[in-house]
């Protein structure tokens, strides 16, 4: 398949993962939907990794054992802020958010002396901050309960971008989609750490004979597998900046299933603050393009 469709389709999926956590998660509760869920995707997944090339061979840490270990650490707690958060926000302010990696990424690159930064990517900056705070309705008399949930996404935003400088060091040693298994693997005992001290199989012990539910969490870690893989195969035939760039649809498409499924609607506000968002991505991914954040000692690939 061609880059174009292959990333258009990976979009689409993503979209899909998300809106159906948010279905598991009005089940469930965060430890249940990500351990069971996390099931599925590794069952998937694994398939997938085991199956081809040399098999499990291709799981040795081939000396990362310790950059594999703080990855695992940094998705388990990505993951549960993530979960978390949609107990408290919308999957519009959830897709839209977690976008601001971008951002991360160029600043933790500059923190460590992997990036460069101008005038135009600093004005860039003010700019989706007012956005964000418009998203989030922000006020100084009072903040919205919403906002609990935002600065959660904002966190796993942060850690996602962490994540990519931990990958860059992996990916010296292994390929790509033994490191997702074993990612998705630790965040699996992340969720079984949570569901059991939470004790959330008593609480909720009746739940476990919900059809709905274990129709929604099944589909979501079979889908969750797939964007992976499309996600990996679509960078392997395109510039992440590209990529980048079609993400940027993902949070308009969440918007309008968050209308359509859930009757969420945006306030004024709200549409303004994630034009602003949204445009100044753009912008900063479009700088990116022209080579304005070339690292200083040569191409990393994220």
Known sequence: MNAKPLAILTVVVMVAQTLLMRAALAHWPVGMVGTFSRVFTIAMLGAWVLGRGRGWRRLKPRGSGGWLAAMSVNAIVINLLL??????????????LYRLDVVFVILIGIVLGLERIGWRELLLLPLMLFGVACVAEIRFTRLEPHVTGDLMVVGGALGFAINAFILRRIFRAMDTEAVALINVSATGLGFLGTMLVRNELTNFGDGLMDTAAWLWVALFGMTF???LTLYYATLGRMPVWKLR???????????????ILWDTRLS?????????????????????????????NGNLKE
Do not use: C
């Not at 979960?83 to 839209?96: E, G, Q």
């Not at 994630?274 to 100044?280: E, I, K, N, S």
């Open 83 to 96: 979960f978390t958060s949609l107990k408290y926000t919308t999957v519009t302010n959830h897709a839209l």
């Open 245 to 259: 760039m079609w993400m940027l649809s993902a949070p308009v498409m969440v918007a309008v299933a968050d209308w």
């Open 225 to 227: 597998a797939i964007y």
């Open 268 to 296: 004024t506000q709200q549409r303004i603050g994630m034009g602003m968002v949204l445009a100044g991505l753009a912008g900063l991914i479009h700088l990116e393009r022209n080579g304005r954040f070339l690292p200083r």
